[in-house]
């Protein structure tokens, strides 16, 4: 019985290594300039993560296989070094395996958080609603419109609750279903809230962030490949959760701006 | 006894339980009440589970139909076919009874009310009536939970973790969000009552109602886990009351602690203003963290008890164990920020949770290490307990390992609320833990029933489950890593599709494995009545509980009085009886520290 | 002394020092809930741009008197019920006036019940209710939750004044110690949370 | 496809009108209803969300909030008889169909009548969610699967209700409940008729969801047609 345990034990865990080994179900290409530092990371932790999860599976193992109806009645052995040499062992190892990545993770953080927008970032709001993301763009005049939640009407495609009637500022806002960004220029996200949690999150762009409601955060990044990927809400907002998708298209500066003045003229 | 039963009437202490209800229903006996609580564990483990079929068979044939779900509700699959705020509702349920019904309770309500005082030589918990009450309360918030499953509504849409303002705006959150969602706030703040009576019970039981001679260093580790658990869970849960209480309040009495102004949810305008949906994250992650370790910690010490059982030999250090117990314990309040990297918390207190985090991976690892090199020169014995045990640490490793990617915030970037998180805790708290409570049942059951279950059965039953798992919960990761989002009722995201044929394998697993449990299910039934009679002690274990008839009489110990003269790891030395020393034989060993 | 008559001495002891110990693990879960309260409208206040802030009726001052009050008398009854409990000779007496001074307790009780209905009334009467702002929600809602707890402690004194008058036996010290702890906690976290809402509401 | 409908359901409301009249008259109140001013500008929608339902349009369909025809003609106005009525109470048997159909609501707009059968039918490939926001009659909020039945409900209150799909939030739709069996949804050219009108004193309501309402009394002796017009004034913003 012991013996079987022990090889069963050994067939999962090496066979569970495999497709990590062999990245058959990975990140997708990065197209960011700050995911590398996150993919880094990621593999960092995998190689420690790897080498702890075989080492103890195996050992645990090779033990129940060497020690499992052990017939002879001999005064029990104990491992060289008891607990004082396993506690210590564990204090080295994983105390320093520990911080070390906790301060490389630090340097992956910042690149994301602690670095402020550069100024002449393309300032881009994002609101997000049951179930959908909606992205607006000041226009011309470079100012957004206010928001005012009591003017929102869907049915008319006034996803942010503006007030062109009143106000200059909205009149010439751009709304748009896609998140077109022209590449290797720096995106400020202003993100807002219409109901409840959710979350904006782009696989390739190794970028993830909640919306808040009543919290307007702010994101930037710099997409680096042209291309069409995935914006997926990653907090459950409701029915329409697995649902709530948009696209983020990355483009060459001009073709943004023809897309940008198409989209103008849509509104 | 004449004599001492007046004085114990007075001492709210009971005399022999007299008639059915007393007896079976309304028991004040701590071993009754373990019973019940298992009994309710049971029951709602298994609903959990289909559950889980039901929405792991949504996930692969997301239009297909399902027989006789129209039956249980029409309006949330309409004919047969699950709407996606049905599996919502389901997956809701999933995880509330698994987390606060299954976890909590099995391994240490169940397990402890019934062992903790029998373990330091008490006649019952120090106080049995909060004890009977602790469980009727839970019994009731299980009761208002299943409601949720018959209004026309159904159940709440919003997980286990309701997050507010989904949580707490009402009805124009969508389906379920209406009375469903007060019932289950209402059911959860009950929960909590139970828990804070039960964690009391447990404190003070073990501080003032131990045996002569039963130091806290003579507890078994079992013991140790429950009263450190209870610790725990008596602030976690003291600090969940109250969230529940304003959650609830925003919903039915207009409050706005959760809700900020001017959302307009289902194209109404919410009239609530200035609440912050952070507070709810907060407070309940407050507790939710600490919960996780209320329900692995009673595992760890069921499962160093089982272990050294089997494996004939002390621990390398009980101490040790008992100390990263301990350290677990404390560490757990101070990282509850590690489920908020990306809520928009303050990205430097994300660092500021991040080490701590991270610093917990050390006492875990030290008691795997201790679980491993104790392994070393021992003469293992497999039963199915044994087995379950060590699956336990090797599930433990497993989820445990693929915390190290989640404790860092830059990861936590690309796999936060993916499967990669929904594999890590299914493993390491889900999982494991149940591993825990099946080597328990096969371990106790001749005690609480005076029965033997059928090792053949059990150890089918470990087989099937223990590679069952693994095929269920890896590939959970492999998909996190590929980007694959959680809570999502089906996959209609291009990145996503190219996953499909792992969700499939990952669902004929998950319906073989469940379907293995009927086994277990059967096993229980079966030696309830049918199974060998069991001895006093069938596995020459060492604890007190081992001293006594099984099933043991309604004071445990009837008139005597235990006295303990040794600690509970008395394994491998040279006794009168064999090879182990009973707790509270007098006999001397050579050489005991 | 035969074994059973040791059996309830040893459990009748570590049944008082249960008690004891239960009721510190008790107001230790108590001070964790205001605690989270306390935190709660801590983040609330700084998340709200307006912050209406309320001036509490002045009768809770008076409260905060009657229960400081209740205490002192809880105090008086203690020693006189010990000496009824140890069964002294002529305590007889004695016990009576323990009696009264809790049946004094009780009342003074009730009394600061009273009073903190007053104080919601006088705050609907100026149109504050529990929705109103999140000042009033949260004065509400924590002198709610303190009232419910200062219940189960007028249940008890409530027991004992009972037990006692009966003369009825079985009463245990520990009870009554538990009983005093758990009623002063209640008027020491009442004073804490005046002084929160003072600042903070 | 999309006209085929709207003809279907004209038909349908033509023969309730017909039939559900007790004492049918012969008098007829008919005319068009136009519009003065530049109405909002109608905004292409983008369904990239949902890609199901973009393959399903060459070119990306409008917003339906002011639909307008040749010569300042505005569609999917309801008129309606709101007060004088011979009131044929019973309602039809024959149900009002609406359809998702590339997740837009087809018709845009149904009229019925109280406790007239409304069958929702979805013929895409993805899940719909139907959410009336009805203020006096019962709210509900349901989910229709692709492959489940046709969702069959009734509604027993006077009301225009607002209807949206919480999955798809450019889908808006009204479903306008009418006490009597007088009325005529505006199609293409902005026309109505109110037929089989005994002799009387009647009160014609026109309602436009984004105008609003306005009525005219009109008095029908005999078997004489009256027309009448109603203008709606239309903003940009």
Known sequence: MGKFFAVVLTIIALVSAVPIVRHTWWMPPDISTHGHAIDEQLTDTMAEAGFSFLAAQLLLAFFVWKFSERKDSGPIKSLPGGAKGLVIAALILVGTEMLALGVLGQKAWASVYFTPASPNALHVQAQAGQFAFYFRYPGADGKFGGLHPDKIDEGNQNYFGLDPANEVEARDDIVTGELAIPANREVLLLMHSKDVGHSFYVPELRMQQDFVPGLDLSVHFTATKVGRYEIVCTQLCGLGHYNMKAYLNVMAQDDFEKWLKQKASEQ | MQEASAPQAQQGHHGPPEGFIRKYVFSLDHKVIGKQYYALALVAVFIGMILSWLMRYHLIYPNGKIFGLEFLSKVGAPGGVMTPEYYLSLMTMHGTLMVFFVLTNAPFAAFGNYFLPIQIGAEDMAFPRFNMMSF??????????????????????????????????????????????????????????????????????????????????????????????????????????????????????????????????????????????????????????????????????????????????????????????????????????????????????????????????????????????????????????????????????????????????SIDIYLHATYFVVGHFHMVMGVAAIFAVFAGTYFWFPKMTGRMMSEGLGKVHFWITFVGTYCIFMPFHYLGLAGNVRRYSSFVDDFLLPLMPVHRFITIAALITGAAQFIFLYNLIYSRFRGKVAPVNPWEATSLEWTIPSPPPWNNFGDRHPIVYHDPHQYGVKGSLGDYVMQDSPEKIENES | MTTSEKTAAVIRTSAEEAARSGIWVGIAAITMTFAAFTSAIIVREGTDTAWHHMTLPAVLYLNTLVLILSSITLELSRRPIAARIRGEQGAAGGSRSGVLWLAATLALGLVFLFGQYAAWRQLAAQGLFLATNPSSSFFYVLTAVHGVHLLGGLAALAYLVWKLSLRAPGLRRSTVEATAIYWHFMGGLWIYLLLVMRTRL | MKVNHILMSGIAVLAAAAMAVAAPGSGTVSGKVTYEGTPAKQKPIDMSKEPSCAKEHATPITTEGVVTGAGNTLENVVVYISAGAPDGATAPAQAVTVTQKGCQYVPHLVALQVNQELKIVNEDQTSHNIHPLAKSNREWNKSQPPGSPAISEKFDKEEFIAVKCNIHPWMHSTFAVLKTSHYSVTANGGAFTLPNLPPGKYTISAWHESYGTQTQDVTITGSETKSISFVFKAKAY
């Not at chain 2, 992650?285 to 910690?297: R, T």
């Not at chain 2, 008890?305 to 494996?311: A, F, G, K």
Request: hydrophobic share 55%; with cysteine.
């Open chain 2, 136 to 409: 009727w309360v839970t019994f009731v918030a299980f009761l208002v939970l299943m409601t949720a499953f018959f209004i026309p509504d159904g159940p709440p849409i919003s997980g286990w973790t309701a997050y507010a303002p989904l949580s707490a705006v009402g009805p124009d959150a969508g389906p379920g969000q209406g009375w469903g969602q007060n019932l289950w706030g209402i059911s959860i703040a009950l929960f909590c009552v139970g828990s804070l009576l039960g964690s009391l019970n447990f404190i003070a039981t073990t501080l003032d109602l131990r045996a002569k001679g039963m130091t806290l260093m003579r507890m078994p580790l079992s013991t140790w886990a429950w009263f450190i658990t209870a610790c725990i869970s008596l602030l976690a849960f003291a600090v969940l009351l109250p969230a529940c209480l304003l959650l609830v309040l925003d919903r039915m009495a207009g409050t706005s602690f959760f809700i900020p102004a001017g959302l307009v949810v289902s194209d109404r305008l919410q009239a609530h203003a200035g609440g912050s949906p952070l507070l709810w994250q907060h407070l309940f992650w407050f507790f939710g963290h600490p919960e996780v370790y209320i329900a692995i910690l009673p595992a760890m010490g069921i499962v160093s008890h089982i272990l050294v059982n089997s494996i004939r030999r002390p621990l390398l250090s009980a101490k040790v164990i008992i100390y990263s117990m301990m350290s677990i314990g404390f560490l757990s309040y101070m990282v509850w920020g590690h489920h908020m990297f990306v809520s928009g918390m303050n990205p430097f207190s994300s660092l500021m949770f991040s080490f701590p985090t991270l610093t917990i991976t050390i006492p875990a690892t030290v008691m795997t290490l201790i679980w491993l090199g104790s392994l070393y020169g021992a003469r293992i014995r497999f039963t199915s307990a044994s087995l379950f045990a060590l699956g336990f640490i090797s599930m433990f490793v497993s989820g445990g390992v693929s915390g190290f990617f989640l404790a860092q915030p």
